[in-house]
DNA sequence: TTGGAATGTCAACAAGGCTGACATATTGTG
DNA sequence: CACAATATGTCAGCCTTGTTGACATTCCAA
């Protein structure tokens, strides 16, 4: 087969393959351990930290926009609302347009959390980009691009031009 | 500052962290949702899928190493294996050397399963490796680990030299 | 105007984490 | 040998976070 080009080494063994999904496993691990610590220590949960990130990123959203971000049933992301509205980190706004929406806001304390777990992510993810440099981090961004699948990849891309 | 070398460009902007963070959140969900799909069919989660997937990987293994790779309470890794055990799945079988030791192996019902939720995940890989390429594929794996802490990182090697 | 669709809330249940307490068998040590 | 330490299993009870079902409110279109 001669020397292996570009394509060639794209053949990999089972092993290699199992690899990577182990280190997916492990290393996502890595990066919810520091925000699942801090969230422990206050009666939430992960669930608690995907709500508040995501009203974060997209403030004025609506429930049924993040029932569809984050893919769980309307109850399930109701009972962590609920909690969250009632502690002052969260407001629901009726919407001014259809009442039957409620536009989701962080307060100045749900800011403060957000920011306080973002920046327990943000710091190991700079020391990871860092440690790895420039060219890995393309390949990373590119491989995980390539591993959501359609729907995933369309909430993602969205966010993204939200925040450009 | 003058033109942007290899380290210069690894100044990111907190927005490009987030996209980092947000993408390992999809891109794990969308590794998940199939063998999460199977599981469901039969009763059991990924904490059924967790037990297998290790214990296929090391063949024998202690119901403590268990513990250690996985990182939970012995009662919830007990209350899954004795299902599967029950289940004909798994098997438990007294030490050797030392009889308070439980050594784990899968059945051939086991190993299948194993196999049918593997694949999977392994045809997704093959084709996330596919589309973006060996380069990325290289700076994936390099992030990953770096993205580990040294607890993860430690068990991802021994699992990776084990089976070598 | 009225029936269906969209939106959100409440209630109840299950999976799978957790802690604490305790039993059993085995091993190693003084 | 006696006894402490280790490995495992089990029971009870708690919490978070997923699920389904039932229902109230609001909007819109026939």
Known sequence: MGEPTGNERLFLTDEQIR??????YFAYRGLTNEPDRILATM?????????????NRAPGTTVTN?????????QS????LRTLIEDGLVE????KVDKRERNLFLTEAGTA???RLSDAQRTRMRATY???GPEAVAGFRKVLEAMMDAEMRRKYTTLRETNS
Chains 1, 2 share one sequence.
């Open 92 to 95: 629901s706004r009726v919407g």
């Open 19 to 24: 690899q990577g999904i182990e280190a997916m």
């Open 77 to 80: 992301l109701n009972r962590v």
């Open 130 to 132: 860092r440690d790895a």
């Open 66 to 74: 993040l029932l569809e971000i984050l893919g769980v049933t309307k």
């Open 43 to 55: 009666a939430y949960g992960r669930a608690h930290h995907r709500a508040i990130h995501f009203i």
């Open 113 to 115: 959390l957000e920011a």
